[in-house]
Antibody, heavy 117, light 106 residues
Framework: QVQLVESGGGVVHPGRSLRLSCAAS????????MHWVRQAPGKGLEWVAL????????YYADSMKGRFTISRDNSKNTLYLQMNSLRVEDTAVYYC??????????WGQGTLVTVSS | SYELTQPPSVSVSPGQTASITCSGD??????ACWYQQKPGQSPVLVIF???KRPSGIPERFSGSTSGNTATLTISGTQAMDEADYYC?????????FGTGTKVTVL
């Protein structure tokens, strides 16, 4: 069965960097585009970024462009999110999700990132 | 930036029909999908391409669009349907989520 497991979250000071990982299993990872989506505590879903199946194309939410970088290693079945210059408002649960062509039909359990001094 | 607007809350009695709207500029020209999220859980896709249900989603969930509004309808609402619901669409290469609607089954 499809499994997506995020890791790398934690507590970080403002201005610092963090890299999240999403380990995929149970499907041919290299055939699917992948998302990162976040959710601040008590708030709604916010799309972060999408990467194409082969890593060639990357798309970002305007508010994250320039600070966040999405990437993937198909040989390791792993998706990444590099987050730089973190702000307090980046505090959220970060989910990875598989894009099935017309929606994200598989999601991980999320990893919590807390940006605090 | 593109925005999708949903009512903050919808209340429904068990067995009745709940309708959740999602409004956005020229939404009718795009595909909408809907996600259900229960407390402490990850989102679940319940409708894609405006009106299609993924495998495993009960028939009581349906979707439609008219003009600039997409609608998720839950027929014969059950207590287990109490959750937050989000619409989502694509605009110029970016995905946008709606503001979210909390469905309460009274």
């Amino acid at each position: 069965q499809v499994q997506l497991v995020e890791s790398g979250g934690g507590v970080v000071h403002p201005g610092r960097s963090l890299r999240l990982s999403c380990a995929a299993s149970g499907f041919t990872f290299s055939s699917y585009a992948m998302h990162w989506v976040r959710q601040a505590p008590g708030k709604g879903l916010e799309w972060v970024a999408l990467i194409s199946y082969d890593g060639t194309n990357k798309y970002y939410a305007d508010s994250m462009k320039g600070r966040f970088t999405i990437s993937r290693d198909n040989s390791k079945n792993t998706l990444y999110l590099q987050m730089n210059s973190l702000r307090v408002e980046d505090t959220a649960v970060y989910y990875c999700a598989r894009e099935d062509g017309s929606g994200a039909n598989h999601w991980g359990q999320g990893t919590l990132v807390t940006v605090s001094s | 930036s593109y925005e999708l607007t949903q009512p903050p809350s919808v209340s429904v009695s068990p067995g009745q029909t709940a309708s959740i709207t999602c409004s956005g500029d020229k939404l009718g020209d795009k595909y909408a999908c809907w996600y259900q999220q229960k407390p402490g859980q990850s989102p679940v896709l319940v409708i894609f391409q405006d009106s299609k249900r993924p495998s495993g989603i009960p028939e009581r969930f349906s979707g439609s669009t008219s003009g600039n509004t997409a609608t998720l309808t839950i027929s014969g609402t059950q207590a287990m349907d109490e959750a937050d619901y989000y619409c989502q669409a694509w605009d110029r290469g970016t995905a946008v989520f709606g503001t979210g609607t909390k469905v309460t089954v009274l």
